[in-house]
């Protein structure tokens, strides 16, 4: 039996103007329009896994098209792998083997699209390999003991509790809990800090399993926009929507924020922490993307500013994917001893720790030298260099303000067709990630994440390809004021 079930009326919401996605695409049929625009509402995680889609017949009705249409798009969709069906019942949303739970899409190298819906490095450099090398020698003396630490390994909390020190915030390994990832990290803290059908306060963009783990926990997201620009954060926004909404967390990027690259200046973290200590709201501060700064490093963070301030509290995820290799599935969190230690005892009913091999090691890389570091920023410069220059030959319509540092840019089209384009694009070649994947309840249509993570010839050749794409739209190519605001 489906538990859940999305209506013709709200599914037709969703689609909008399906059929303007194929404009310039030739004599392509109404059903596979139809099929490519649903597949995109499922992809970017719009129509969830499991939830069943209307009848043949209300879709129809509510589209005003043939029941035949219907029928051939359901078919279609059913065929590569996006519907389940049993006869007597509906039809329900379901992912291809080749497509994680995340929507990402997992190819081989014989697959010739180019991947830009993910923004993660390569593990290619000697010091990975070397760290799990080191990891292995120090494996004997683990396994005498059972090999289970919901905390973490001791000298894996001690090293990124020294990295804070360093930093300039005063931490033991008392504050530090060691994750599976750092999804799991905030997921943790949701269960803990939350109660279904409360709100949390998100920047919007916001990083889209973040919001989706919003979501899935029962709470409700309320997107704070961000500005364009130098600055990003709109302080006194986030301060007016804390009070109107009575939210009691926050979960903010400040660091080289996924997907602008924006970066909180250190004066507007002080301020930060004080308005969230004048409305008691506790702060979770996402820090996976902190080493990624290209044009700076980060400020001091933003937990640093809470010191002395009694009704301010600042939980701080962090993860060694971004900085290392995104198979090193080992996130954390610091904070105050206290909510460590209830932290814990939410995540027994999860799991009893995190692999000991990959915990020995992060320990190794992140108690080691910045040149790992430094080669892979080096990278992402030159990268985020080729992909500036392509844009500007192949898409100069198109604005871009880069930010300071991450793994990707967030780009103003000239038109709200992100969705469309990201419909299309497979069609010529790459795979995007749609606007409304970073956004709450489907906005963002005037943008796309374009990750700067690919070789250079890859994103050389990937542009030409999405300007194909685009043009094959129809969309006009010109220019409009740019907005204030990124929405």
């Not at 969703?14 to 194929?22: E, F, I, K, T, V």
């Not at 814990?344 to 030298?369: E, I, K, N, Y």
């Not at 500007?392 to 540092?405: A, I, K, N, S």
Request: overall charge neutral; hydrophobic content about 45%.
């Amino acid at each position: 039996m489906v538990a859940r079930v999305v209506g013709a009326t709200n599914l037709t919401r969703y689609l909008g103007d399906w059929r303007a996605s194929g404009a310039g695409r030739g004599a392509d049929p109404a059903y596979r329009l139809l099929a490519d625009a649903v597949r995109m509402l499922i992809n970017d995680g719009r129509i969830p896994t499991g939830v069943g889609l209307p009848s043949e017949r209300d879709l129809s009705a509510a589209l005003g098209v043939s029941r035949t249409t219907v029928t051939a798009a359901y078919a279609m969709l059913r065929e590569a792998g996006y519907l389940q069906s049993r006869q007597g019942s509906r039809s329900t949303v379901a992912l291809p083997a080749s497509i994680s739970s995340n929507g990402l899409m997992m190819h081989d190298s014989q697959d010739s699209v180019i991947d830009l819906s993910y923004a993660a490095m390569d593990g290619q450099d000697t010091a990975v390999c070397e760290a799990y090398a080191e990891a292995v020698r120090a494996l004997p003396s683990y396994l005498a003991t059972h090999g289970m630490s919901p905390a973490g390994l001791s000298v894996l909390r001690e090293a990124v509790a020294a990295r804070y020190r360093q930093r300039g915030v005063p931490t033991a390994a008392e504050q530090i809990m060691v994750t599976s990832g750092a999804q799991q990290a905030f997921r943790l803290i949701l269960q803990l800090l939350a109660m279904p059908g409360e709100r949390v306060l998100v920047e919007q963009p916001s990083y889209p399993n973040a919001i989706e783990a919003i979501r899935r926990s029962g709470l409700l997201a309320v997107p704070v926009p961000m500005r364009a620009g130098v600055g990003g954060w709109d302080l006194d926004a986030l301060g007016a929507a804390a009070r109107q909404s009575d939210a009691r967390l926050a979960y903010l990027i400040p660091d080289f924020q996924n997907p602008t690259g924006a970066c909180l200046g250190a004066s507007d973290r002080h301020a930060l922490v004080e308005l969230a200590g004048r409305t008691r709201m506790t702060l979770v501060i996402d820090e996976t993307m902190v080493e990624m700064g290209l044009d700076h490093g980060a400020p001091e963070p933003v937990a640093a500013h809470a010191h002395g301030l009694s009704r301010a509290e600042v939980i701080t995820v962090g993860s060694a994917s971004k900085s290392f290799w995104g198979g090193l599935r080992i996130g954390w969190i610091r904070a105050d001893a206290g909510v460590i230690t209830r932290l814990l005892g939410a995540r027994m009913a999860m799991d009893l720790g995190t692999a000991v091999v990959d915990q020995l090691a992060a320990a190794h890389l992140v108690s080691g030298p910045q040149e790992p570091l430094d080669r892979r920023r080096d990278r992402l410069r030159a990268r985020r260099r080729a992909l500036l220059d392509a844009l500007g030959e192949h898409l100069p319509g198109w604005e871009c303000d880069p930010g300071p540092g991450g793994m990707s840019l967030w780009v103003r089209l000239p038109e709200p067709v992100s969705s469309k384009l990201a419909a299309t694009a497979g069609r010529f070649g790459v795979r995007l990630a749609a606007g409304p994947r970073f956004g709450v309840e489907g906005a963002l249509e005037r943008f796309i994440r374009l990750p700067y993570t690919r070789e250079e010839s890859e994103l050389r050749e990937a542009v030409p390809s999405i300007a194909e794409a685009y043009r094959a739209l129809g969309a006009d190519a010109g220019t409009e004021p740019p907005s204030a605001l990124v929405v």
